[in-house]
């Protein structure tokens, strides 16, 4: 065969991994530590394409806070490590600007052909180029009849269904059909395409990492250049500007934390996932405007230091920004910040004072906590149980409506192409085709997500997310019963999706109100008590 795979024991192991995607956030890369193993391949062929940089391991951290504003209580400019801030409602600074649109339109193209052959591989030693290709790399007859059937079976062109069949057969381990459907798959993603060919490309990437994770096929290192603080920042807040999803999250949390404290003098809010403190700052104008004065806030914000980076500094900067902004509306304020992973919370942490009216705030955080699937130590049910022994007024939860945690490897495939493609529509409809920051908005706030669902297994899987029916099982579990949401912040953010795509819809059931494009539900926002 002139395509042959070998693998044998390495005294190295070599990390690989993928950039990012937040949705959201987080922590890991793609890397086979517990196997030190490396491969070789005999070829006729040399080449290597990859995504190059000065290290061959890499680490990405993301924010869930996404877009800036800056501010100072005397209206003078402040440095950006210190003032870069973002408001649902204000920016200030925005990061989006001219500079993001190519002044050369060829040599925009000539990146992306880079951009994919780098990331694809045109002279790939693992994938054949061709159909004829593989059939001179020496696959068995029985094999070529089984792919000729499958393609058979397959609508021309259809991208979805080649994924779909791609994933089957590497969900039953069978690698000769495997490499001729990625070999099709190969000619039909673009980073620069339909919303459908930019979304394969990344799972296409999935499934040989899914491959090379069991030993089965070479997984050629992708060393990617992790972005500069900057530029990771500006890629979240052009996420957040352009999607509603964080916005309705923060705005519908914010609602129900402002009824619950309505005719309190003293709140403590513990944030889960503070990031940049950008939920914040409507909460406190909000504050700032109640009848009587503003109650005295204090803020505990847990943050891993997997945020540092996107934020440009330690959490001690969102205590700043956020104790200028109380100052200027004279809200009387205070900030308390942990750098410690949601897991590892107990209840010293939280700094829980007598007298105070207590709200805890996960957006977009819970579904990082492992599981009992996971773990026997199951921290996801133990910190709701440990939430509860603290007897908060409310509990806010905001999470992303998609079943990824439990389910095996075809099923859950089957879950992330439905939703993510969902969400690159919905890109789709406010970033142009050609949007020079589009890619970087996808490559490193979607990508790396889409990678983690499709090809890592335990602790590797950090995007484990779930449904609210099984949200509500476990708050129900830990003692929680369901807080109304308030009818008034429903009808504010039935106002703003008006400033988006007629494609979005809002739906209230069941207590929890759903964001959606079009039949998908996306974000499901819930409170408890």
């Not at 500069?228 to 957040?240: A, E, G, N």
């Not at 699937?373 to 022994?389: E, G, I």
Request: with cysteine; glycine share 6%.
């Amino acid at each position: 065969m002139s395509n042959t795979v070998y693998y044998h024991p390495a005294k190295e192991v070599e990390s690989y991994c993928f950039p990012q995607f937040q949705a959201l956030d987080h922590q890991s890369c793609y890397s086979n530590s517990s196997h030190e193993i490396n491969f070789s391949i005999h070829t006729s062929r040399n080449k290597y394409c990859t995504l190059e940089s000065s290290s061959p391991t890499c680490h990405f951290t993301i924010s869930n806070s996404p877009s800036t504003v800056s501010f100072s209580s005397n209206g003078s400019s402040v440095s950006q490590q210190e003032s870069q801030f973002h408001s649902p409602d204000t920016i200030y600074g925005s990061p989006m600007s001219g500079s993001y649109v190519t002044d050369d339109v060829n040599d925009f193209r000539h990146k992306l052909r880079e951009l994919e052959s780098a990331m694809l591989g045109p002279d790939s030693d693992i994938l054949p180029e061709s159909y004829d290709e593989t059939l001179h790399g020496g696959i068995a007859l029985p094999e070529i009849d089984s792919w000729r059937q499958i393609m058979g079976e397959i609508p021309r062109n259809d991208l979805k269904h080649v994924l779909i069949a791609c994933a089957k057969a590497v969900s039953e381990n069978d690698l000769p059909t495997a490499q001729c459907l990625m070999s099709q798959l190969r000619q039909m993603v673009s980073v620069s395409g339909e919303p459908i060919q930019r979304l394969g490309a990344y799972m296409l990437e999935g499934l040989v990492a899914k491959l090379a994770s069991s030993g089965s096929l070479l997984y050629k290192t992708l060393k990617c250049k992790e972005p500069k603080s900057s530029d990771l920042f500006s890629y979240v807040h052009i996420l957040y500007e352009v999607c509603p999803y964080f916005k309705f999250g923060y705005m519908s949390a914010n609602g129900a934390i402002a009824e619950a404290m309505k005719k309190e003098n003293r709140v403590h809010i513990v944030d889960f996932q503070i990031g940049q403190g950008s939920q914040w700052v409507t909460l406190i104008q909000a504050f700032a405007a109640r009848p009587g004065g503003p109650p005295h806030i204090r803020i505990t914000a847990i943050d891993d230091s997997t945020s540092a980076h996107a934020r440009g500094g330690e959490i001690s900067i969102v205590g700043k920004r956020l104790s200028r902004l109380a100052e200027s509306f004279k809200v009387p304020f205070e900030f308390n910040g942990s750098s410690i992973s949601g897991s590892e919370v107990r209840t010293e942490n939280l700094r829980i004072q007598p007298g105070e009216a207590l709200a805890v705030n996960f957006a977009f955080a819970l579904h990082h906590m492992p599981d009992e699937s996971v773990s026997t130590q199951n921290d996801r049910d133990r910190l709701l149980r440990q939430v509860k022994s603290l007897s908060p007024k409310v509990v806010t939860l905001v999470e992303q409506e998609s079943n990824t945690n439990t389910a095996p490897f075809f099923p859950r495939f089957l879950e992330a192409l439905d939703y993510y493609s969902a969400m690159f529509e919905s890109i789709d409809v406010t970033l142009h085709r050609e949007h020079k920051e589009r890619i970087n908005v996808e490559q490193h706030c979607l990508a790396r997500d889409v990678v983690n669902v499709i090809a890592c297994e335990g602790r590797e899987r950090v995007e484990r997310h779930e449904l609210l029916g099984k949200w509500k099982s476990r708050f129900k579990m830990a003692g929680f019963s369901p807080y109304p949401l308030s009818s008034l912040v429903n009808a504010t953010i039935k106002t703003l999706l008006e400033n988006y795509s007629y494609k979005y819809r809002l739906e209230e059931r069941d207590g929890a109100l759903y964001l959606g494009w079009r039949s998908r539900d996306l974000v499901a926002s819930s409170a408890w008590k």
